[in-house]
């Protein structure tokens, strides 16, 4: 048995783990038999143990890990000029995903169903690449792909707070889920219902240590160390962990719960304090790809307006109804007084004509047309008709567009880049951005009037901002 310290996969290191835990992970070649023996730990002991090691566990240096291999840094990726972005290839996140793309306008072309390399027609230029969930984050990683979509639980496992990734939209509204503690209804757990109470039981010692089965060390560890555990054992498994405490194998799980359904089913419940995090769909991309790849940033741009632009048009109703009123003026002032009727940013009114006596149109009644969150349509619909609304027409809507997403603002501002400057450069091309200076000392050496022009432009507009 080795000891190894905090490391996080790929060989980084980790500082999220309280600094008092004491990591023990096998050598590669331990056995079922393997005995535990914790080294010295001032505070808490967490052990990780698995009979099939994944990469995230054997990281480490030599002294570390006797005949593992020396991790010092991740690979550098291989060059290309292509942009990549990776999807889940398998299972309901991959159906969700694709569903989620032709929902926003995106049809990702495939020629051939056992290749793993596709297109987005309305992105040309983008590659996107078909991976295990687990593999997108690891290639996004090593830089391999550019950006991906991901589930936050994969996400928070694999990537482990490095900060050359960076979350560019962390609510996609699918994949709902949560990674949580499950625990047996009976035995010595019947009257466990908080993570206090299970954390204060006298059976967890450095002999008989609390045995947690997951797929989730990383998260585990980070879990357990900072809600102050003393002896914590992490076991792993590649399915049916819900089966772990009846054999006997393991004391709890900690797995992903969606309805709990299949926890109860297995005499497992959940405990208040025991749920580790929320997840759902998030989109991922390489920090270093969005500043170096020509184009990505544009691509990351359109991708986030298009979701945020389906997803916050989920949430409403386009509602028509016929108002009467003396003026445009006074119908908008009652439906502006009116709670669940002022519409995202007001109502709009406009003029609705009618067959007269003759031949000439008469003006009848005022057409309101109001946003109404889909939750909320039918006292909506009620409060108009109270108002004197008539013919209330009801749409679906495809698209709400704002003027800039905010999620977009909040990735420049990761980026240390000026919102300002960006909108500036996307009317020229993303060659001023790569190019940086070197383009003002080309156009400054170079002589004639336009091209004195368009030095001052780089030197007073991007060079000032984007390019430093």
């Not at 889940?88 to 290749?115: C, F, H, W």
């Not at 969930?133 to 490095?162: H, N, P, Q, T, W």
């Amino acid at each position: 048995m080795q000891v190894s310290r905090n490391v996080g996969p790929c060989g980084t290191r980790s500082s999220t783990v309280n600094k008092n835990a004491c990591v023990i992970i096998p050598s590669v070649n331990t056995s079922a038999a393997a005995v535990y023996t914790p080294v010295h730990a001032e505070r808490t002991s967490v052990l990780a143990h698995s009979l099939t090691k994944r990469a995230e566990d054997m990281t480490g240096s030599v002294d570390e890990l006797p005949g593992a291999p020396r991790v010092a840094k991740l690979p550098r990726p291989s060059p290309r000029t292509s942009l990549r972005m990776g999807l889940p290839s398998k299972g309901r996140m991959a159906e969700d995903t694709i569903n989620l793309l032709k929902d926003s306008a995106l049809s990702v072309y495939k020629p051939n169903p056992r290749q793993y390399i596709a297109s987005i027609p309305q992105i040309p230029g983008l590659e996107v690449w078909f991976q295990r969930a687990s593999d997108v984050v690891r290639k996004l990683r090593y830089g391999d792909i550019d950006l991906g979509i991901v589930g936050a639980d994969m996400f928070a496992e694999l990537a482990d707070g490095d900060p050359d990734l960076i979350v560019c939209h962390e609510a996609l509204d699918f994949g709902q889920c949560k990674l949580a503690l499950g625990i047996p209804m009976t035995g010595k757990f019947a009257s466990v219902n908080s993570l206090d109470q299970l954390r204060d039981m006298p059976d967890w010692t450095e002999d008989t240590p609390l045995r947690v089965v997951t797929g989730y060390h990383n998260v585990a560890k980070r879990f357990f160390a900072s809600k102050g555990f003393k002896h914590v054992v992490l076991l792993s498994a590649d399915g049916a962990l819900e089966a772990a405490p009846a054999m006997g194998s393991a004391d709890i799980i900690l797995d992903l719960v969606s309805t709990g359904v299949t926890l109860r089913e297995n005499n497992l419940k959940e405990i208040e304090g025991g749920n580790i995090m929320d997840s759902q769909g998030i989109l991922v991309a390489n920090k270093r790809s969005l500043l170096d790849r020509p184009g990505l940033l544009q691509v990351v741009h359109e991708l986030i307006e298009r979701f945020d632009g389906h997803l916050k048009a989920e949430q409403f109703y386009s509602v028509i109804a016929n108002m009467r009123g003396d003026s445009p003026e006074e119908v908008a002032g009652r439906l502006l007084k009116a709670p669940g009727l002022q519409g995202l940013q007001g109502p709009t009114i406009a003029s609705v004509y009618m067959n007269g006596d003759g031949s000439a149109a008469q003006h009848g009644f005022y057409a309101a047309t109001i946003c109404v969150r889909k939750k909320q349509l039918y006292s909506a619909v009620k409060a108009l008709q109270k108002l004197g609304g008539s013919g209330v027409l009801v749409q679906p809507m495809t698209y709400i567009f704002d003027e800039e997403p905010q999620r977009w603002i909040a990735l420049l501002k990761k980026l240390n880049l000026d919102p300002k400057d960006f909108a500036q450069w996307r009317l020229v091309g993303w060659w001023v951005l790569v190019v940086g200076r070197r383009l003002v000392a080309v156009i400054g050496s170079l002589d004639g009037p336009p091209l004195h022009a368009l030095h001052g432009a780089v030197q007073g507009g991007w060079g000032g901002g984007m390019l430093r």
